[in-house]
Structures are given as structure tokens and as C-alpha cells.
């Protein structure tokens, strides 16, 4: 069963600047909600109990959205507007913080939830990857397939060939089930190895820490989870699950006006 999850929150999001200097990607505005909570609603969605947040301290933004605001709800109430305080309620589960002290990488980040995940399998939500799916949510489709296989998970997607260079890529052999992968190539700027790219979804089995605190910087000077990844695959089975779902990438300007006309 896996109960716990990470969400990395300690980039730059150095793609939608200058905005983002002064408010996190997380907390883009979609409908009436910021993009973080949907994603943790789909966590909830998918039967996580406790989310581990992994931030900055240039994000205080976020932790806040997460704590309750006594102050506000006095406001409300005294002012009689207390049907106003349904828009306060939160997704129900345990959330914890953890700062990272520098953007140092999707792998670095990662590797601070090992104390938080202890022995159990956990999952992993890129905030500012969006599947709209209309049946089973990404993560719960990657967490189906590891109650099947006991094994590390890792969401795909075909991408057009010219994007690729953007992605991890991974390569595999398809058993019609599953994905056996054998190899990922963090941003293959020439040859990539197939046209499934890894979006931001995974579960993992925790022998991903024993990689995680021994890579080095890899692509970008950064700590690169796909890195860890790879070692992985030298010791055990790797899956990949295409998922079901349009994605949507809300660090492109374009995708994001698209996913904030589908929420609003």
C-alpha cells in the first residue's frame, strides 16, 4: 500500500519568470485555487495520507496556504460571513514541510523525504504537471500497477520528437501490460532513445535513496533523479505506465491559459 507522498516545491521556476520572483509556480492561480492544491487533492484522490512538501524559504506562500487562519476565520465569523468559510477547507491529510536549502535538483529534493518515507514504497507529484483524466488519476493508475508488480513506477507520455529534448526519455520493451524499462536519458538533445518521455508522476520503492546519496551532479550541474533512476535499474525492476490523460505543463504559458479555462 503506499500511503506517503513527496511534492518538490524548491525551484526557481526560472521558466515563468519575472513572475515567479515574486510568487511561486505552485501558487499560480487556477479558478480560484492555486495550482498546488490540486495536485495534493489528487493525492488525497489517489489514497495518500501524508505529503511531504518539500519548499524553500522564498515560498513561505505555500506553507501558508496550508495552515489554518485563525485570524481569518474570527474575521469571517464576526463579520457574519460565514458561508465564506467553506472556501477555507483544505484536502484532508497529514502535511509536513521540509526546506531545501538550495535548488539543487528534482533528485536533490527528493533524497530530504528519506527520514519522512522511512521503509515504504511512496510517490511523487511534480506540481506543475497536470493530467486531467476522466477516470482514475495519474498517480493512482502508477499506484495500481504497483499493488500488480511491487515495483518502482514512473509515469509516461508520448511527446513529439522535436520536445524530447526537454524530457527524460526513456528506453523499454513493451510486455502489453506494462513498460519494462531498461535506460533513461535525462534531455537527450540528439538521438533519443524512444518518444515515451517521463512526466511527473512516479512511485518508488525506497532503495532509491541508496542512489539518491551517492550521484553526482549530472545534467544542468544538478542532482538529477533520473540518475538515481538508472542505478536503480541495475539492481531491480523498473516499470513505466503511459498514462491515461491529457497532461498539461503549466510552466508553458500556453498550457497554463488552456488548464485554467478547463478549471475555472
Same mark, same amino acid.
Given at each position: ?26 501558487? $499560480?492561480?487556477? /479558478? +480560484?485555487?492555486? !495550482? %498546488?492544491?490540486?495536485?495534493? =487533492?489528487?493525492?488525497? &484522490?489517489?489514497?495518500?495520507?501524508? #505529503? ?49 536549502? $538550495?535548488?539543487? /535538483? +528534482?533528485?536533490? !529534493? %527528493?533524497?530530504?523525504?528519506? =527520514?519522512?518515507?522511512? &521503509?515504504?514504497?511512496?510517490?511523487? #507529484? ?57 535506460? %533513461? ?80
Amino acid at each position: 500500500m503506499v500511503s506517503k507522498a513527496i511534492i518538490p516545491c524548491g525551484g526557481y521556476g526560472t521558466r515563468s519568470l519575472p513572475i515567479t520572483k515574486a510568487i511561486p509556480k505552485e501558487m $499560480f492561480p487556477l /479558478g +480560484l485555487k492555486p !495550482a %498546488i492544491h490540486y495536485i495534493v =487533492e489528487e493525492a488525497v &484522490n489517489s489514497g495518500i495520507e501524508q #505529503l511531504l512538501i518539500v519548499t524553500s524559504k522564498s515560498k513561505d506562500s505555500i506553507f501558508d496556504y496550508f495552515n489554518p487562519s485563525i485570524e481569518l476565520e474570527v474575521y469571517l465569523k464576526n463579520k457574519n460571513k460565514e458561508h465564506l468559510l467553506k472556501h477555507l477547507e483544505l484536502p484532508k491529510l497529514d502535511i509536513f514541510f521540509i526546506a531545501q536549502p $538550495f535548488a539543487n /535538483g +528534482l533528485g536533490d !529534493a %527528493i533524497r530530504l523525504g528519506k =527520514e519522512f518515507v522511512g &521503509n515504504e514504497p511512496f510517490g511523487v #507529484l511534480l506540481p506543475d504537471d497536470f493530467v486531467i483524466s476522466k477516470q482514475t488519476s495519474a498517480l493512482k493508475q502508477l499506484m495500481n500497477v504497483y499493488k500488480e508488480t511491487n515495483s518502482s513506477v514512473i509515469g509516461l507520455k508520448q511527446v513529439k520528437q522535436d520536445h524530447l529534448k526537454d524530457y527524460g526519455v526513456i528506453k523499454g520493451s513493451d510486455n502489453c501490460k506494462f513498460i519494462e524499462i531498461e535506460n %533513461i536519458v535525462e534531455k537527450p538533445q540528439t538521438d533519443p532513445p524512444s518518444d515515451l518521455a517521463v512526466i511527473g508522476r512516479y512511485i518508488f520503492t525506497p532503495e532509491i535513496f541508496r542512489f539518491l546519496e551517492v550521484i553526482e551532479k549530472g545534467v544542468d550541474g544538478e542532482i538529477q533523479l533520473t540518475d538515481a533512476i538508472n542505478g536503480l535499474l541495475a539492481t531491480q525492476t523498473v516499470y513505466g505506465k503511459i498514462i491515461s490523460g491529457d497532461r498539461y505543463d503549466i510552466g508553458k504559458l500556453e498550457e497554463y491559459v488552456e488548464l485554467m479555462r478547463i478549471l475555472s
